[in-house]
C-alpha cells in the first residue's frame, strides 16, 4: 500500500518517499519473479529513479510476468486490444494490485471531472465483459470510470458494430439526467456518436444536457480519415451544454491504473504515486526535455512488474509549472515510435 | 521463335540453347545499365541492397546460370545431345516482406526471354516493380529494353484476387516465395499439367565457425552477413554455431563480436528498431540467454544452448558453443544454408555429416546471402527450360 495514494494525485512531489516505495516494491518483485530477476540480475538499490529496473512494454505480449509472494492473490488477465502485430500484452492482475489501481484512478479522474456521480454510457458491449477470466483493454479503461458512475449503460449490443446502438436505452436515461458521463475508445466515439444512426429523438434529447466525454486509444485511425482533434471535440459537444467536455487519456495495459489525461494546457500529468522518464532510445541516457522513449513507472502493480515499462511512445518532460495549476511533473505525449519496414526474405 | 541458337558444352556433351534474343546484346544492356546504376542509389533500396544487385549485374556473374546449367560456350560443330528451349510463361509470386529476391529473379528470368508476371504482395513496397521501373528507364534501347517493355509485368493484389488464378493457369513455371501454406494454396490451383512448380519457402540457416577461425576477419564477416536482415532473412544465420567451444570461450568471443559491431555496422538503426531491440535483450535474458546490447543498442548478441526458447526479434544474433554431432542432430528441418568459417571445408567429412540431412547450401560464410541458380536443393534456373533428347 503506497502512502502516496492518502494525497490529492497533483500534490506537491514527495520524491523520497517515492524512491523508499519504489526499492520496496522492486525489491519483492525481484524476488518473487524469475525472469524479471534474470533480466536484472546486478541491480543495486539506488536513489536515482532512471536506475530501478523497467521492462520493455513489449516484453509483455511474449511473457506472463508472475510475482509469487506471501498475500498476493492473483486474478484474472488484462489483455492489450489488438496491435498491428495481432499479439496482446497479457498483464496478471491480483487483488491487492486492483484495490490500489481503482483507488488511484478514482483520484486521477475525479481530479478532471469531479467526484460527481452520474450515469456512465460505455461504447462497447455487455458482452466483452464476459469474457471468463480474461479482461479487455476497452473495458478495463472504460471500468477505470467506475466510481464516477451511478449507473452504465453499455451502448452496443455488438462491440465490433458502431451501429448496433441500444437507442432506446440511452434515450431513456437522457430523459432522466441531465449530466452523462460518455466513454469509448477514441475511434469508437467518433464512429459511434457522430457516424452512427442516432436517431433523432435521441439528439434531441441530448441538446442542452451535460456531457462529459472521455475517451483513449489514440488518433491513428481518425488520422487516417483526416479528422483533428479541435474539429472532434467540436462535433462531439455542439449543442450541448456550455460545460460538457471532451478529454482524451493516455494509458497502457501495462501500466493499469494510471491514467494521464490531457489537462487544459495541452499536457500529462503524473500523480504523485508514479512517476516517467524519457530515454534517448539509442543509449538509454535520460532526457530532461527533449523528445525521446517514454518509460512510466508506478508503485501500484505487486501481483508481476508491470510497475516500471519502458514504452514505444515518445513522449517530452515538460519543465516549469502548468498553466492549469496542477503541481507536479508532466509530460507532453509526442505519439508513437514511427514503425519501419522489415525487409527480408524469411517469415518473421 | 527462338532465332538464337547457342551451344554449350557440358556433362551431356554439346547442349544448343534457342533463345529469342541475341545473348551478347542482353549481357551488354545489362552492363551498361550497371553503369547507370553506379550514379545514385533510388530511395526505395538501401545502399546495401543496391551495391549487392550492382555486384549481382557483373558480366561474368549473369554467365554463370549458362555455364551451370549447360556447361562452357563454345563453337563447335559436333551434335548436339540436347536442345534447350525456355519452357514458356513465368508466374512469380512474391510476398510482403521479401527484399531482392524479387529484382534478382527478374534479371535471371531475363536471360531465358521467358514472359515474367510478378505479383507482389498488396501490404508492402515490393523492390521488384521499383527495380523493373528503373530498369525501363535507363536500359539502353536494345534486346533487354524490349523484353522489359513487352514481357515483364508487375501488379499488385490480395490473394483472393481472381488474378492469382490465371496466373497459375497461365504459367509454364510458378515460382513462389512465402509460406509453406501460401505456396501450397498457388501450387493447388489450376494450372498446366505440364507446367512446374518451384517453390522457396520459409527456411533457416546457420553459420558454423570453428574456434580456431575465429580470428578478426571471420567475426566482421559474421557481423556484416547478419546484419543485413538479421533473423527476418532466409540466408541469414540465425544461429552461430561456435564449435568446439565452452562457455567462457563463447563469451569472449560473444564479446569481441559486441566491441567490433559498431566499427562494421556504422549506420544508426532507426528507433523502433533499437527499441524492439531492447525488447529482444531482455526476452532472451528472462529465458536464460546469456544477452548484451551492442553499443547504440544495434543489436542483442547472446549466449545459450538448444534448450533456450527462443522469441521473435529481428537483430538477435544467436551464439550456441557446441560440437559438430550435436549441431548436425539440431539442424532445423527447413535448414537453407551453411555458412562456414571452418580449417578444412574440402574435408569429405563434412559431406558425410551433412548426408540425409536437408540443408541446401554449404558455403562460405561471407557467401551465405549470394543467390545462384542451385537454391533451395535444385537447379531451379535450369528448369525454366524443356529440354530435347537429340540423337543424330
Known amino acids: ?348 | 521463335m527462338c532465332e538464337h541458337m547457342i551451344k554449350f558444352r557440358g556433362h551431356h556433351g554439346v547442349v544448343v540453347v534457342a533463345l529469342a534474343f541475341d545473348l551478347t546484346e542482353m549481357l551488354e544492356s545489362w552492363s551498361h545499365l550497371r553503369a547507370a546504376m553506379l550514379k545514385s542509389v533510388p530511395d526505395a533500396f538501401s545502399r546495401d541492397e543496391w551495391a549487392y544487385l550492382v555486384a549481382f549485374l557483373d558480366p561474368a556473374n549473369l554467365r554463370k546460370p549458362f555455364q551451370q546449367s549447360f556447361g562452357e560456350q563454345e563453337e563447335t560443330a559436333d551434335c548436339p545431345a540436347l536442345l534447350a528451349a525456355p519452357r514458356g510463361p513465368i508466374g512469380l509470386w512474391l510476398p510482403n516482406n521479401v527484399s531482392l529476391l524479387g529484382p534478382l529473379m527478374l534479371i535471371l528470368v531475363s536471360l531465358t526471354g521467358s514472359k515474367l508476371r510478378m505479383k507482389a504482395g498488396s501490404r508492402s513496397l515490393d523492390l521488384a516493380g521499383e527495380f523493373l521501373e528503373y530498369a525501363r528507364a535507363h536500359a539502353p534501347r536494345g534486346a533487354l529494353r524490349d523484353y522489359l517493355s513487352a514481357c515483364a509485368v508487375h501488379e499488385v493484389f490480395g490473394h483472393e484476387d481472381p488474378r492469382t488464378a490465371e496466373m497459375a493457369k497461365q504459367s509454364s513455371v510458378r515460382i513462389v516465395f512465402g509460406s509453406d501454406e501460401a505456396a501450397a494454396a498457388i501450387h493447388y490451383l489450376p494450372h498446366p499439367i505440364d507446367s512446374v512448380a518451384i517453390t522457396f519457402s520459409d527456411r533457416r540457416s546457420e553459420a558454423w565457425i570453428e574456434l580456431e577461425r575465429c580470428n578478426e576477419a571471420v567475426l566482421r564477416d559474421l557481423i556484416k552477413v547478419f546484419a543485413i536482415y538479421g533473423q527476418a532473412g532466409c540466408t541469414s544465420p540465425s544461429r552461430v554455431i561456435l564449435l568446439d567451444a565452452d562457455q567462457t570461450t563463447a563469451m569472449r568471443i560473444r564479446d569481441q563480436i559486441v566491441e567490433l559491431w559498431p566499427s562494421v555496422i556504422r549506420r544508426r538503426p532507426a528507433m523502433n528498431v533499437v527499441s524492439d531491440n531492447v525488447r529482444a535483450w531482455q526476452l532472451a535474458r528472462a529465458a536464460g540467454w546469456n544477452s548484451v546490447l551492442v553499443s547504440e543498442n544495434k543489436a542483442v548478441v547472446s549466449i545459450g544452448g538448444y534448450d533456450l526458447q527462443t522469441f521473435p526479434s529481428l537483430m538477435e544474433m544467436r551464439i550456441i558453443p557446441t560440437h559438430k554431432a550435436e549441431a548436425r542432430a539440431h539442424l532445423p528441418e527447413n535448414s537453407q544454408t551453411i555458412g562456414h568459417a571452418l580449417s578444412n571445408s574440402a574435408d569429405p567429412a563434412w559431406l558425410r555429416l551433412f548426408s540425409g540431412s536437408n540443408i541446401a547450401r554449404f558455403v562460405p560464410l561471407n557467401t551465405m546471402h549470394h543467390l545462384e541458380t542451385v537454391w533451395d536443393g535444385q537447379d531451379f534456373w535450369a528448369q525454366l527450360f524443356r529440354v530435347v533428347r537429340v540423337q543424330a
Open chain 1, 1 to 348: 500500500m503506497s502512502s502516496l495514494l492518502q494525497l490529492s494525485p497533483y500534490a506537491e512531489r514527495r520524491d523520497k518517499i517515492f524512491v523508499k516505495e519504489l526499492q520496496e516494491l522492486t525489491a519483492h518483485h525481484l524476488a518473487g519473479c524469475r525472469e524479471y530477476a534474470r533480466i536484472w540480475p546486478n541491480w543495486r538499490p539506488s536513489d536515482n529513479v532512471a536506475s530501478f529496473p523497467f521492462l520493455h512494454v513489449g516484453t509483455f505480449k511474449s511473457i506472463q510476468f508472475k510475482t509469487d509472494a506471501a498475500g498476493v492473490k492473483h486474478q484474472r488477465v488484462l489483455k492489450s486490444s489488438a496491435t498491428s502485430s495481432g499479439i496482446s500484452s497479457q498483464i496478471l492482475l491480483d487483488q491487492r494490485s486492483v484495490e490500489l489501481q481503482a483507488q488511484s484512478s478514482s483520484a486521477i479522474i475525479a481530479s478532471f471531472l469531479g467526484a460527481e456521480r452520474r450515469p456512465l454510457v460505455v461504447l462497447d458491449s455487455a458482452g466483452a465483459l464476459r469474457a471468463g477470466t480474461e479482461v479487455s483493454a476497452r473495458i478495463a479503461a472504460a471500468l477505470t470510470l467506475k466510481p464516477l458512475a451511478s449507473d452504465i449503460l453499455f451502448l452496443l449490443k455488438d462491440s465490433a458494430d458502431a451501429k448496433s446502438g441500444k437507442w432506446d436505452q440511452l434515450l431513456r436515461l437522457v430523459e432522466k439526467n441531465d449530466s452523462l458521463l460518455v466513454y469509448g475508445f477514441t475511434y469508437m466515439l467518433w464512429t459511434t456518436w457522430m457516424r452512427s444512426d442516432m436517431p433523432p429523438e435521441v439528439s434531441r434529447a441530448l441538446r442542452g444536457k451535460r456531457i462529459q466525454f472521455v475517451h483513449s486509444g489514440g488518433w491513428k485511425k481518425l488520422e487516417n480519415e483526416r479528422v483533428r482533434r479541435e474539429e472532434f471535440d467540436k462535433s462531439l459537444t455542439a449543442g450541448l451544454d456550455p460545460d460538457s467536455r471532451v478529454i482524451d487519456f493516455y494509458g497502457l495495459v501495462e501500466q493499469v491504473g494510471v491514467v494521464y489525461p490531457l489537462c487544459g494546457a495541452g499536457y500529462r500529468h503524473i500523480p504523485v504515486w508514479a512517476d516517467a522518464i524519457v530515454r534517448d532510445p539509442w543509449t538509454l541516457e535520460v532526457l530532461e526535455s527533449s523528445d525521446g522513449q517514454l518509460q512510466l513507472i508506478n508503485l501500484l502493480a505487486w501481483g508481476a512488474p508491470y510497475h516500471n515499462v519502458l514504452t514505444e511512445d515518445v513522449g517530452r518532460i515538460i519543465p516549469g509549472d502548468c498553466a492549469c495549476g496542477r503541481k507536479g511533473k508532466r509530460f507532453e505525449f509526442v505519439g508513437r515510435i514511427p514503425k519501419a519496414e522489415v525487409r527480408g526474405c524469411a517469415n518473421v
